[in-house]
């Protein structure tokens, strides 16, 4: 079983310019997390999808990141404009369904260093 | 608010066992979830607790007590492989969804 993949690895920008990053779950997997994670602290839910509804994105930085989930499969996050401070790993990750949150299946992410 | 603590490192030896404590504060709580993540690497779920006791998984081992919030993630016959962070997370369930709330990890460092 293929596991979650995510595009690009690596991404360096410099701050006020864009950026997108690519997550494909797990076949099957109605549920959709994407994680901010700073270094030395535990991942932070950013926007969790149940197909391609949005179900939770109490903690997504509104003025500057979007996401969307079409048809219910991949899911892709934006920055715009990126800050010092959005400097992370993103982590995409999948579950089989609401049910199933508490074991959650994780993409490799994307390290983001804003200059 | 919602917080968790555990340590942030731990060092052991080789064959040794650990135990890496959680405590937490939160509403809506549902269960505890245990993840391990090597350096550079994504984070892979290890085992999760709804119900007060020992769930036991191989080498690994979680407890945990609702009354107590507390849980704990215990390591057996320590490998230098079992070196990695380890994260305690609450699943939380408010509205119609569960997410996990995790906590900062602790560093466990296995030496020979």
């Known amino acids: 079983e293929a596991g979650v993949a995510q595009s690009p690895r690596y991404k360096i920008i410099e701050k006020r310019q864009s950026v997108a990053f690519w997550c494909n779950p797990i076949?099957?997997?109605?549920?959709l997390y994407w994680y901010q994670q700073i270094l030395g602290q535990g991942p932070k839910l950013l926007i969790q999808f149940q197909n391609n509804g949005v179900v939770d994105d109490s903690q997504l930085p509104k003025d500057r990141f979007s996401a969307e989930r079409l048809k219910g499969v991949d899911s892709t996050l934006k920055i715009q404009p990126a800050k010092l401070e959005d400097s992370a790993v993103y982590l995409c990750?999948?579950?089989?369904?609401?049910?199933?949150?508490?074991?959650?299946?994780f993409g490799p992410g994307t390290r983001l260093t804003v200059t | 608010g919602q917080s968790l603590e555990q340590p942030s490192e731990v060092t052991a030896v080789e064959g040794a066992i650990v135990q890496i404590n959680c405590t937490y504060q939160?509403?809506?709580?549902?269960?505890l979830s245990w993840y391990q993540q090597h350096d550079g690497g994504a984070p892979t779920f290890l085992s999760y607790n709804a119900l007060d006791g020992l769930e036991e998984t191989g080498r690994f081992s979680s407890f945990l007590s609702r009354s107590d919030s507390y849980g704990y993630l215990l390591l057996q016959e320590l490998q230098m492989k079992d070196s990695a962070s380890y994260f305690c997370?609450?699943?939380?369930?408010?509205?119609?969804?569960?997410?996990?709330?995790f906590g900062k990890g602790t560093k466990l460092s296995v030496k020979p």
């Open positions: 939160t509403s809506g709580f549902y269960g």
């Open positions: 997370a609450v699943l939380n369930y408010g509205g119609s969804q569960g997410n996990l709330i």
């Open positions: 076949s099957g997997h109605a549920t």
């Open positions: 990750a999948s579950s089989l369904g609401r049910s199933n949150s508490y074991e959650q299946y």
